[in-house]
């Protein structure tokens, strides 16, 4: 049987959703104070980028912009054998931010676990928030999204794909059965 | 691309991407040296043996520090306290090891191909140190990396290395891996330090002064007369080597105005270089350590993620 797609989330849609969490951001944390955003590679990154312009745009304040990668803190790396190893790049001191953490798809929750990690080495923020795109289900750790784009039921054999055009923009979201 | 050998003994198993996923997963682990908190937990959990028949600082450091920034144990076995002085064979040594169910070896040893014998015998990945007069691989790893760093590419640079080429694992390493990368090497040290048959290993050019191997070169890379390898008779003595074939701020002025200059270590001051240049500007000795530490944090990463596909 032949994969099939379907799109979920147009260009459009994206970034209607990518807007309404950046005023969500602003509304739940009272403003742009002490807050920072930090995607996690590769997409997370990319999305958080866009959150930043969206920000700028409404506060006309550049929030600090940083980026996790979290290869080196996953827990199943001898099953998935070796993964090409990216960068970390957080050029602002953690101590004290309200960090945003941005993914593109909330799946199983251990990304997010090792992201968590990974930013509790580098310092000691006040608290750490997730906002995704698309929160597809089938936690396996009690975590949960603050701010989600939309929620999508999948089945398990089933694959949500956030695609990007070379500058980094979001085009849509699609989901792809076997 | 996924890195698939179990085993690191030396470059030339090594093809250009594997070369260059080394060398860009050594960047990445940079990062995490540059932290306050300099640990990840990704070889948690993980046993790391560093056996040292021969003796090493840098190296040895160097290797405990990357495993030891990677969360794995690492346990540290010299010649003095092993029982290698009490004459148990390498294999034996190995054997005995393996029953404590170490998860990688890294070796240094005398003998030229030890670690092919190793990897033999035992079921963990074996990295090499250093063996004999064979291949360092970690340090041709960290030399690319440190040049990568100043050129940003590894490709049409002239690289000339200079001093005691027959007894210098650092200088076949490093042979093997930056021709490999598209640089071409020019070579110059006494007839009875050069190794016959040496050009046949790819874009290497054997020359016959000094002079000409550095004219114009990007990196020079001094090696170090090692006097433990070589019997009394291959150079008169260090007073006449150095005139030939020592590098001082004079003869530097040969080689490109932003030339590198690189040494393995340690370095015998006053014989293969001068301290002016050892401590100049151009010298980018320091940073090579510095470097080689997050090589060998990506050796042992790419070592313990792989498949057992050889």
């Known amino acids: 049987m032949s994969a099939s797609e379907t799109v979920i989330l147009d260009q459009a849609g994206v970034n209607r959703a990518l807007t309404r969490i950046a005023h969500e951001i602003l509304e739940r944390n009272k403003g742009v104070e002490d807050l920072a955003l930090v995607?996690?590679?590769?997409g997370g990154d990319y999305l958080a980028g866009q959150l930043q312009a969206r920000i700028s745009e409404i506060e006309k304040v550049d929030v600090p912009l940083g980026a996790v990668d979290i290869t080196m803190y996953r827990d199943d790396l001898a099953a998935r054998g070796n993964l090409p190893?990216?960068?970390?790049?957080?050029?602002?001191?953690l101590d004290g931010k309200r960090i945003v953490l941005v993914d593109d798809v909330l799946y199983t929750g251990r990304t997010i676990r090792a992201a968590m990690d990974a930013l509790i080495d580098l310092g000691r923020p006040r608290c750490i928030q997730l906002a995704v795109l698309i929160d597809r289900g089938h936690r396996e750790l009690p975590i949960r999204a603050d701010y989600v784009g939309r929620n999508v039921p999948t089945a398990q054999e089933e694959d949500v794909k956030v695609r990007f055009d070379d500058t980094h923009h979001p085009i849509e979201v699609k989901l792809v059965k076997p | 691309m996924s890195f698939r050998h179990k085993h690191i003994i030396a470059l030339r198993d090594l093809n250009k991407e594997e070369i260059e996923l080394l060398i860009a997963t050594a960047e990445s682990m940079r990062e995490i040296n540059s932290r306050d908190i300099k640990k990840v937990p990704t070889l948690r959990g993980k046993t790391i043996i560093n056996l040292f028949y021969e003796s090493s600082t840098r190296t040895r450091t160097s290797f405990e520090i990357a495993a030891k920034r990677l969360s794995a144990d690492a346990v540290n076995i010299s010649p003095s306290t092993s029982s290698a002085t009490k004459g148990e064979t390498l294999a034996d040594t190995a054997l005995n090891l393996l029953a404590m169910k170490p998860d990688i070896i890294v070796m240094r040893h005398a003998v030229s191909g030890s670690h092919y014998f190793l990897a033999n015998k035992v079921n963990c990945s074996i990295i090499n140190a250093?063996?004999?007069?064979?291949?360092?691989?970690?340090?041709?790893?960290?030399d690319m990396l440190t040049i990568k760093d100043q050129f940003g590419r590894l490709d049409g640079l002239k690289v000339a290395i200079v001093g005691d080429i027959t007894h210098s694992r650092v200088a076949r390493s490093d042979i093997q891996g930056l021709t490999k990368m598209g640089s071409s090497i020019f070579l110059a040290g006494p007839p009875t330090m050069m190794p016959p048959g040496v050009e046949k290993l790819g874009n290497v050019t054997v020359c016959g002064t000094m002079k000409e191997a550095i004219q114009d070169a990007d990196v020079v890379m001094m090696l170090r007369i090692q006097q433990e390898r070589q019997g009394k008779t291959l150079m008169p003595n260090t007073r006449e080597y150095s005139r030939y074939f020592g590098l001082n701020p004079t003869n530097l002025k040969l080689a490109k105005p932003n030339a590198m200059v690189m040494h393995p270590g340690p370095i015998n001051r006053?014989?293969?270089?001068?301290?002016?240049v050892v401590d100049g500007d151009q010298s980018h000795i320091l940073k090579q350590v510095e470097n080689g530490v997050a090589v060998r944090m990506a050796m042992l990463y790419h070592v313990s993620g792989g498949g057992s596909v050889e």
């Open chain 1, 85 to 93: 190893v990216g960068k970390t790049d957080i050029p602002f001191p």
């Open chain 2, 270 to 276: 006053g014989v293969e270089m001068s301290s002016y």
């Open chain 2, 130 to 142: 250093g063996d004999g007069a064979h291949e360092h691989p970690s340090q041709g790893l960290l």
């Open chain 1, 39 to 42: 995607g996690i590679r590769s």
